[in-house]
């Protein structure tokens, strides 16, 4: 607490290049959620978010200016990942008091029922970061969407069949099931990873992991549309995005006569369930239904 019967401060944290739909939710839903203070690097810095976001206040809008890589040692054209925990890092430690979520601009942290203060509020006494698991945004048979959930891997081969091995690496999902992470601020032996923090000596900060038991949710827009997939797709598939069986069906398809219809049927395949794998993702406690009403642009 930051004070007698007052809930925990919460800042959030993002460097995106995004459409700015995609920024405003980003904006809407964890002011709406609790947080007293938004900082949002645009690694473009000619983003419309510059406009379109400014005048509150508890929203700072820094550009990414080749002067500001420059200020930190960096430029704009290293690796994405090594700015992004360059920014977040450098985001940790302006912050005194309460707590800090990292997230990315296509996420939304989300606990049923509290906002995200109420929600930290109840960690034991003592504890120094939370990490929530991802729930992935997946098409529905019969229109609209849910969350898939990371299921246990031995499940997956009965609901994905011949096509298990894309799934299986990361639990049922294609991105990323490990979540993100929101930590105490202040620490000064502290790291920041992309999923969670480790000391400087490298060992990972230990935390309560919360998910559906908790009603806690990362809720992961990781394939909204076909374009915005396949535009990220190179860049996934040469970083971590993608788990490997994945990165092999790519360059099976790259090498096919017409790539263009192999990589869309493919999008379809992962981000698009059929009504028995939906039946079989209910049954194994895989499928996030009921959905704040802020989760949709």
């Not at 959620?33 to 508890?58: M, T």
């Not at 009603?215 to 490997?244: Q, T, V």
């Amino acid at each position: 607490m930051d004070g007698a019967g007052a809930l925990p401060r919460l800042t959030v944290a993002t460097i995106a290049r995004e459409p700015l739909p995609v920024l405003e939710r980003f904006v809407r839903w964890h002011l709406s959620q609790g947080a007293e203070r938004i900082i949002l690097f645009l690694d473009d810095p000619d983003d419309p978010a510059r406009g379109a976001l400014s005048g509150d206040p508890r929203v700072e809008l820094r550009p990414c200016t080749a002067g500001f890589w420059a200020s930190i040692g960096l430029s704009a054209d290293t690796r994405f990942t090594r700015r992004q925990r360059a920014v977040m890092t450098m985001a940790y430690r302006e912050i005194s008091g309460g707590w800090v979520l990292i997230l990315d601009a296509d996420e939304l942290m989300w606990m049923r029922g509290r906002s995200l203060p109420e929600g930290l509020a109840t960690l034991p006494q003592g504890t120094d970061t939370l990490r929530v698991t991802s729930a992935e945004q997946v098409g529905l048979p019969r229109g609209g969407e849910a969350f898939r959930m990371p299921i246990d891997r031995g499940l997956v081969n009965g609901i994905y069949g011949e096509d298990a091995a894309l799934f299986r690496p990361r639990f049922g999902l294609v991105g990323h099931p490990e979540g993100k992470s929101i930590h105490r601020a202040g620490l000064s032996d502290i790291r920041l990873k992309l999923h969670w923090a480790v000391t400087e000596a490298g060992a990972v900060i230990e935390g309560p992991l919360w998910g559906a038991a908790e009603e806690a949710h990362l809720l992961h827009y990781f394939a909204p549309g076909y374009d915005r997939w396949r535009s990220k797709m190179d860049w996934r598939a040469g970083a971590h995005g993608f788990a490997g069986p994945l990165k092999d069906r790519l360059a099976e398809i790259a090498g096919m006569p017409d790539p263009e219809a192999g990589y869309r049927a493919l999008y379809d395949r992962l981000h698009a369930l059929t009504a028995e794998e939906e039946a079989a993702l209910d049954a194994a406690g895989g499928l996030l239904r009921l959905l704040p009403p802020l989760a949709v642009v």
